[in-house]
């Protein structure tokens, strides 16, 4: 199914969940926080939070600034 | 009775806030960060290189354990954005600290003050310790204050302009009315800067681009965290008045005659 990640338009299997995209993408789940439709995904429910066609997600982290 | 840097309920010895953008790599960032003795470090809200994920973490270098982290909304030139930055690091859980700035131009990133104080208004009624970076104008400093900031953070003068104090008599009008402390933020050229900013009364100093920038940032990193320690204390020791003519230093009495 086509969800948005970061703005870029990407593919990836039906029925993904959150903790399961972070899983593929290699990212440490600990040090992101997760965007889903502009509603922020709270930690604990990655692996109950499903995906759906269509989602645009955002995915951040802390880097430097002043 | 030690001398903190209270924000907010919470003591700070350290009376400088640092910045963790434009080192050269990580390790650098750590030990600037390191010799300048801050607790409180400003990080940015970004989005993760989904293409290369592997890339090491800057909190894999700031233990939140061990340092304040203070999330910006550097790059937010609305409230909603603002806002929106501030619910997202919250939910990394580092805390309810967030460094509010709302740029209102990229060419001077002076801040868009009707929209900072939408922000902060959202923001302090949803429980965050605002620290908003402010132009150094003493009635945004008592609206801010009025609204429930902790802090306010008059700019020196333009962020990365290194140019130091441009207004001490703005500050010094903002330090005679504000019960909440104020912390430069923005403009600091080097050690002499930050000292002048404690010696006029301001209760901190918040940097980034003066150390990070110096042709060697470890040292610079030194000079601010003594610049900011001689500038507090001689705050504090008092500083004699200034006259126009000469005091002789050495007794009169006793002289050959």
Known sequence: MKVQINGEDKEIADGLSVAGLLKQLQIRPGRVVVERNREIVARDTYDAMFLAEGDALEIVHFVGGG | ?257
């Open chain 2, 1 to 257: 009775m030690g001398d903190f840097l209270q924000i907010a309920g919470t003591n700070y010895r350290s009376r400088l806030i640092v910045g963790t953008g434009k080192y050269k790599d990580f390790q650098e960032t750590k030990r600037a960060i390191e010799i300048s003795g801050a607790e409180i470090v400003t990080v940015a809200v970004r989005r993760v290189n989904i293409t290369d994920p592997n890339k090491e973490n800057l909190l894999d270098y700031l233990d939140p354990k061990k340092f304040t982290i203070l999330p910006n909304t550097a790059g937010c030139y609305n409230a909603n954005d603002a806002v929106r930055t501030c619910h997202l690091a919250r939910e990394a859980g580092i805390g309810k600290l967030v460094k509010l700035e709302v740029i209102g131009d990229d060419r001077t990133l002076f801040p868009d003050i009707p929209a900072t104080l939408e922000a902060a208004k959202v923001l302090v009624k949803e429980g965050f310790t605002v620290l908003p970076y402010i132009s150094d104008d003493p009635i945004t400093a008592q609206k801010l204050e009025d609204i429930g900031c902790a802090a306010v953070m008059p700019l020196a003068a333009p962020i990365g302009s290194g140019l130091g104090i441009r207004n001490p008599y703005n500050l010094r009008i903002i330090l005679e009315h504000a019960k909440v402390p104020v912390i430069v933020d923005a403009g600091v050229g080097t050690a002499s800067d930050a000292a002048m900013a404690l010696e006029m009364g301001c209760h901190g100093v918040l940097m980034n681009t003066a150390i990070a920038n110096a042709k060697n940032p470890i040292l610079m990193a030194e000079a601010m965290r003594l610049g900011v320690e001689a500038g507090r204390k001689a705050y504090l020791a008092g500083r004699i008045p200034k006259k126009l003519y000469a005091t002789a230093s050495s007794p009169l009495d006793g002289m050959l005659s």
